[in-house]
């Protein structure tokens, strides 16, 4: 998190000289920069899902991809592979690596192709929240992915003034 606050910082400031804020600016505390500072998924998120039943080989399927704005949020349907169908497995990636599972059982005797929603948000707080829901029968369960490699409150703070002060330098 601090090598990409750096290199925002970097960024912004080379941005600033080229477009010459700093020269217009008698002094360079008086010059008005319009930067957004906007807080993004850094890698992408998805699912990791079964591409061959016998095989087992898995494959990523990104629902929200890296870059995007923060809060974000992002649902897919997919359908139960066969009839009684007991559990889902639910295997979170990040970046295309497999970082979470969450088994959640299945109520009663569904049908083969029972319709199953899925939806995952990343909140303002970067943690995950994840929603599987049946509506045929008005199954829900929810869940949060709690991401404990984040900068506390206060390295955040100490960022953003660093962010803020390589950009006025």
């Known amino acids: 998190d601090k090598a990409v ?50 095989t087992k080989e898995k494959v990523d399927y990104v629902l929200i991809e890296e870059n995007t704005p923060i809060v974000a949020e992002a649902e897919q349907e997919f359908d139960t592979a066969y009839a009684g169908q007991t559990y889902i497995k639910i295997e979170l990636t990040e970046a295309g690596n497999k970082f979470t599972e969450q088994t959640i059982r299945l109520p009663g005797s569904l049908p083969m192709g029972t319709k199953v929603k899925v939806r995952i948000r990343v909140n303002s707080d970067h943690l995950i929240e994840v929603a599987m829901q049946i509506p045929s029968i008005g199954f829900m369960k929810e869940y949060q992915v709690p991401r404990t490699n984040n900068l506390s409150e206060e390295e955040q703070q100490e960022m953003s003034g660093l962010v803020a002060s390589k950009i006025i330098e």
């Open 5 to 54: 606050t750096y290199g925002a910082a970097l960024y912004a400031g080379m941005r600033y000289q080229e477009l010459g804020i700093a020269e217009e600016a008698q002094d360079k505390r008086e010059a008005k920069v319009s930067l957004k500072l906007e807080d993004v998924c850094a890698h992408s998120i998805g699912l990791l899902l079964t591409k061959d039943a016998i």
